[in-house]
């Protein structure tokens, strides 16, 4: 994981809304694009962001792509923070 990757991913309130949608449930590009009225290029960018900085994963079924988190690099970046605080 890149720490600078994940935290820009994040930045984004987009990015931020769609992380969000999948804390439900696994969603392919179409039904994050119908959620958000965003053109499938636009989710097309957010999703290219958010797979760069593994914080969501692709699964193929048939002719659909499902999205969903990865709660391992939240976990990671949990960890980064609680580390600054000190001892």
Avoid: C
Avoid at 2 to 31: C, H, M, V
Avoid at 46 to 56: D, G, P, R
Avoid at 62 to 74: D, P, W
Wanted: cysteine-free; charged content about 30%; aromatic content about 6%.
């Amino acid at each position: 994981m890149a720490l600078s990757d994940t935290l820009k991913a994040i930045s984004d309130p987009i990015r931020r809304d769609i992380l969000e949608s999948l804390k439900e449930e696994p969603l392919t590009a179409g039904q994050i694009a119908e959620k958000y009225n965003l053109t499938n290029a636009t989710i097309s960018h957010h999703l290219k962001e958010l797979k760069k900085a593994e914080l969501i994963l692709e699964t193929k079924v048939k002719n659909y792509r499902y999205y969903e988190l990865n709660i391992s690099v939240f976990e990671e970046v949990l960890i980064w923070i609680k580390s600054l605080g000190g001892k």
